[in-house]
T-cell receptor
Framework: KAGVTQTPRYLIKTRGQQVTLSCSPI?????VSWYQQTPGQGLQFLFE???????NKGNFPGRFSGRQFSNSRSEMNVSTLELGDSALYLC??????????????FGPGTRLTVT | KNEVEQSPQNLTAQEGEFITINCSYS?????LHWLQQHPGGGIVSLFM???GKKKHGRLIATINIQEKHSSLHITASHPRDSAVYIC??????????????FGKGTKLSVKP
């Protein structure tokens, strides 16, 4: 099976712009989670989607949003970019077991730089 | 105080040594994950635990739910084990149920 893919891999944006990142999960996986990784804060949970519904959301401002399509592909959007949004954005896909995501498979990430 | 604490932050070992990385947490959890991140950013999920012990090759992970503590052991360490090891817990309460909280990571360097 193909792994989790994320596009684009690298992105440079200017403050105030918006950005959309894409994640294609492993075939058959219906749960997609998004994470932000920065040197200062480490890894932080953004949100999780299952069957086109947001199941969980981390402690991020409303500028961060996401969605999932019927084919399980997911996108996240950051509006009005700030310098502090510069980070590695990772998505992970999984199946569910007992109502919670099982072992997660991570994509390579999108490195976003905001100037 | 962070909800998930890892120790040590940095670890240097000689090839062949037995390595232990610790993770303590202060919240209610439904599962604990150990992740490995190599330079360049790629993350691999090593283990997901809710009780007891799991083994995969030279890696062993244990969890003590009562003591809120988990350990990751690497036997016969090798330079290719050099990476950052991250502990993450899945919350089991309230509005945050299902959210993951991560430790800061342990940077392991194994010298030949």
């Amino acid at each position: 099976k193909a792994g989790v893919t994320q596009t684009p891999r690298y992105l440079i944006k200017t403050r105030g712009q918006q950005v959309t990142l894409s994640c294609s999960p492993i075939s058959g996986h219906r749960s997609v989670s998004w994470y932000q990784q920065t040197p200062g804060q480490g890894l932080q949970f953004l949100f999780e989607y299952f069957s086109e519904t947001q199941r969980n959301k981390g402690n991020f401002p409303g500028r961060f949003s996401g969605r999932q399509f019927s084919n399980s592909r997911s996108e996240m959007n950051v509006s009005t970019l700030e310098l502090g949004d510069s980070a590695l954005y990772l998505c992970a896909s999984s199946t569910l077991a007992g109502g919670a995501p099982y072992e997660q498979y991570f994509g390579p990430g999108t490195r976003l730089t905001v100037t | 105080k962070n909800e998930v604490e890892q120790s040590p932050q940095n670890l240097t070992a000689q090839e062949g040594e037995f390595i232990t990385i610790n993770c303590s947490y202060s919240v209610g959890i439904s599962a604990l994950h150990w992740l490995q991140q190599h330079p360049g950013g790629g993350i691999v999920s090593l283990f997901m635990l809710s009780s007891g012990k799991k083994k995969h090759g030279r890696l062993i992970a244990t969890i003590n739910i009562q003591e809120k503590h988990s350990s990751l052991h690497i036997t016969a360490s090798h330079p290719r084990d050099s990476a950052v090891y991250i502990c993450a817990v899945r919350l089991n309460y309230g509005g945050s149920q299902g959210n993951l909280i991560f430790g800061k990571g342990t940077k392991l360097s194994v010298k030949p």
